[in-house]
């Protein structure tokens, strides 16, 4: 890595210590890519997220590797797992934990006591989210917000970091809920795990068959990564490309001046300020896994697609004349840039 790239303007971190803490980051992405094949995009994304502080929602269809990668990320990282299995009957308390009747044996008495829940981790794989009940989603409302839980009027701090990573299948899937928007707006990035290529799948059964299988090592600590997402709070963003982002979220805005026709007649919501910082955090933490210690126009376009899919709705009109969320999104970044240029 060179000095260039590792930018005095730190805080309170000098170059080498910067140095070797990017380089422990850059090797956690190899060691995630042993286990896991011909995802290289995906990987990306999670350690952007998880170094930015936010939470991941992955979709793709049963059996693309979603829970491999989500234990082999805590493996790397060195942080304690948690796995729930969503389903039609999962309870809220199934999730936080609740008050459970409890025998003391020095007094003989039966006392009342809080048993926490799975959601007690650092890393909490939520499996296949949209097929519990909206009822049940939301008990990780607060949890993910403001990384606490309230359960009979006490509320209680949960284990720092938090990372909540959620599985769902697509919508069209049988016995699946519409995640609330409330929800999927907590998730920092909607990243898809696309089906593997045929050399990928080749190296997938040549890996997975056989007598032996990669064993990811652990090359981060729950420390590192907390102070990794300080570092990445305080990586600088160029006035310019903050303004981009600011003049690009408001042409996402349907009832907005100046927008384009397919804006207006086909968008239900444009993206929200919560999506522009989300647009703008995830940035900082892309260039701080490349090396840099300063935000590029392409780590805002590395990252546009994953932070804002999920925050961009279409109305009935689009969705009725098949109009691309993606690609619109897409469109109306490169048309807000060329005035800029």
Request: glycine letters at 8%.
């Amino acid at each position: 890595m060179a000095d260039s790239n590792v930018q005095a303007t730190a805080p309170d971190e000098s170059r080498e210590a910067l140095r070797t803490l990017l380089a422990q980051l850059a090797t956690a992405r190899t060691e995630i890519g042993k286990a896991v094949v011909g995802q290289e995009e995906v990987i990306e994304q999670l350690l952007v997220a998880i170094i930015a502080g936010g939470h991941v929602l992955l979709e793709g269809a049963p059996g693309v590797g979603k829970t491999l990668l989500v234990r082999t990320l805590g493996t790397v990282t060195g942080l304690d797992f948690a796995r729930i299995q969503f389903t039609p009957d999962l309870m809220p308390a199934d999730v936080t934990g609740g008050l459970a009747l409890t025998p003391n044996p020095e007094t003989g008495r039966t006392e009342v006591e809080f048993k926490p829940g799975p959601i007690f981790t650092q890393i909490l794989l939520a499996d296949e989210i949209n097929r519990a009940t909206p009822k049940t989603q939301s008990s990780l409302l607060e949890a993910m917000q403001e990384h606490t839980v309230t359960v009979s009027g006490r509320t209680m701090a949960l284990p720092e970091p938090l990372f909540v990573l959620a599985t769902q299948n697509p919508i069209e899937m049988e016995g699946t809920y519409q995640l609330p928007e409330a929800q999927v707006d907590r998730f920092l990035m909607k990243t898809v795990v696309a089906f593997p290529t045929e050399d990928d799948l080749d190296a997938i059964l040549d890996q997975t068959t056989g007598s032996s299988s990669a064993a990811p090592r652990q090359v981060l600590s729950a420390e590192e990564i907390i102070h990794l997402q300080e570092l990445t709070r305080a990586v600088p963003i160029a006035s310019h490309l903050r303004r981009l982002v600011a003049r690009f979220v408001i042409a996402t805005q349907p009832d907005g001046a100046g927008v384009s026709h397919e804006i207006a007649d086909y968008v239900r919501f444009g993206v929200s300020p919560r999506g522009a910082q989300s647009l703008v955090l995830a940035a900082k933490g892309r260039a701080l896994l490349e090396g840099r210690y300063n935000v590029a126009l392409e780590d805002l376009e590395a990252v546009l697609l994953p932070t804002l899919r999920h925050r961009f709705q279409l109305n009935y009109e689009g969705i009725a004349a098949g109009v691309s969320a993606e690609r619109l999104l897409n469109d109306t970044w490169q048309a807000v840039r060329r005035t800029l240029a």
